[in-house]
C-alpha cells in the first residue's frame, strides 16, 4: 500500500503564496505521474496540475501562470507552489500519485485525505 501525507494548506489572503507538500510512504516500487487535484464546496474534485517522471507538466488554465508543480522523486514527494491567490482557488486539495508496490504489480491511483486552502477576499 502507498501512504500520501499532505501539508501546507490554511487561510491565506488574496495575493498571497502556500506551498504544498505530499510524501509518498509505503511499500513503494515506481511512482509515475503525480498531481494535485482540487475540490471546492458543492463540485467535482478536478485537475489542478500533473507532473510525470520525466518532468513535463499539465496545468488547468486557471492556474497557469500562478501555481508550479514539482516533485523530488529521491523523497517521494511532490510539491504544488501557489502564488497569487486567489478566494476561487478556496477548495480541498488532494495529492494523487499513480505508483506500483511490491504487494501490486500494476499501477493504481492512491489519494490523500486532502488539505484545506481557503484564500479570503
Known amino acids: 500500500q502507498v501512504q500520501l501525507e499532505e501539508s501546507g494548506g490554511g487561510l491565506v489572503q488574496a495575493g498571497g503564496s502556500l506551498r504544498l507538500s505530499c510524501v509518498a510512504s509505503?511499500?513503494?516500487?515506481?511512482?509515475?505521474?503525480m498531481g494535485w487535484y482540487q475540490q471546492a464546496p458543492g463540485k467535482q474534485r478536478e485537475l489542478v496540475a500533473t507532473i510525470t517522471t520525466g518532468g513535463e507538466t499539465n496545468y488547468v488554465d486557471s492556474v497557469k501562470g500562478r501555481f508550479t508543480i514539482s516533485r523530488d522523486d529521491a523523497k517521494n514527494t511532490v510539491f504544488l507552489q501557489m502564488n497569487s491567490l486567489k478566494p476561487e482557488d478556496t477548495a480541498v486539495y488532494y495529492c494523487?500519485?499513480?505508483?506500483?508496490?511490491?504487494?501490486?504489480?500494476?499501477?493504481?491511483?492512491?489519494w490523500g485525505q486532502g488539505t484545506q486552502v481557503t484564500v479570503s477576499s
Open positions: 509505503g511499500s513503494i516500487r515506481y511512482i509515475s505521474r
Open positions: 494523487n500519485v499513480n505508483a506500483k508496490t511490491y504487494r501490486t504489480p500494476t499501477f493504481r491511483d492512491y
